[in-house]
C-alpha cells in the first residue's frame, strides 16, 4: 500500500516540478532559474511540512510517505541541479556555476530552516 502513496505523490510531484520549472524558464533567461525555484520552494515545503506532521499534528506515516517522499522527493532535484551546473561549467561559466551549486545549498538550507520554524510557530 505504501507504495501507492509513492506513487501517487511522485507522480504529482515529477508534473508540478515540469510545470514549474517551464513556467520559470519562460518568465526569466536565467540558465538553471527554474531548478533553483523549485528545490528552494520544495525545501521550504518539506521543512513546513515535516515539522508540522512531526511536531505538531502527528499526521499518519502514509501522508508524509504521499508528501515528503513522494510529492516532493520528485518535485526537487538534485540531479538536475548538477546536471545544469555541469553544462555551466562545460560553457566556462564558472562563477555561474559556483553561484548555482553553493546559493542552491545555502538557499535550500535556509529555507528548510524558515519552513521549520513558520511550522514551529503555527
Known sequence: ????????GGSLGTLARYYV???VS???VARGLGVFVVNIVGSFVIGLFLTLS??????PAQLRLLVAV???????TFS?????TFQMLELRDVATAALNIGGSVTCGLLAVYLGSALGRTI
Open 54 to 59: 512531526e511536531e505538531r499534528f502527528l499526521w
Open 80 to 84: 538536475s541541479l548538477t546536471w545544469e
Open 26 to 28: 519562460d518568465a526569466f
Open 1 to 8: 500500500m505504501n507504495a501507492l502513496y509513492l506513487i501517487a
Open 70 to 76: 513522494g510529492f516532493l522527493g520528485a518535485f526537487t
Open 21 to 23: 520549472t517551464g513556467r
